[in-house]
Nanobody
Framework: QVQLVESGGGLVQAGGSLRLSCAAS????????MGWFRQAPGKEREFVAA????????RYADSAKGRFTVSRDNAKNTVTLQMNSLKPEDTAVYFC?????????????WGQGTQVTVSS
């Protein structure tokens, strides 16, 4: 059974940092690209960042470039999102996702989400 469990969310002041982690289980982790989406109140879910199966390639939304870093540890089956210079508009529920095998950008599993709140 595929499981994606996020941790690390919380409340932070604008300009601060947070580090989100996702523990994956129930599948062969190194076969899949992994990533993060977010959903702000009243808005659609949006892509944030993704990392390739061996961690050698990353993709970012324009809003995340230069501030967020996505990485993975294939020995621990984890994916991490380091978020720096946070802004109030980064406030959202952040979801760890698994990208569909052979269909980059399409998501087949979602975590339950972790709340990030950035105060001004």
């Amino acid at each position: 059974q595929v499981q994606l469990v996020e941790s690390g969310g919380g409340l932070v002041q604008a300009g601060g940092s947070l580090r989100l982690s996702c523990a994956a289980s129930g599948f062969t982790y190194t076969l899949y690209d992994m990533g993060w989406f977010r959903q702000a109140p009243g808005k659609e879910r949006e892509f944030v960042a993704a990392v390739s199966r061996f961690g050698d390639s990353t993709r970012y939304a324009d809003s995340a470039k230069g501030r967020f870093t996505v990485s993975r540890d294939n020995a621990k089956n984890t994916v991490t999102l380091q978020m720096n210079s946070l802004k109030p508009e980064d406030t959202a529920v952040y979801f760890c996702v698994r990208e569909r095998l052979g269909d980059s950008g399409k998501i087949d599993y979602w975590g339950q989400g972790t709340q990030v709140t950035v105060s001004s």
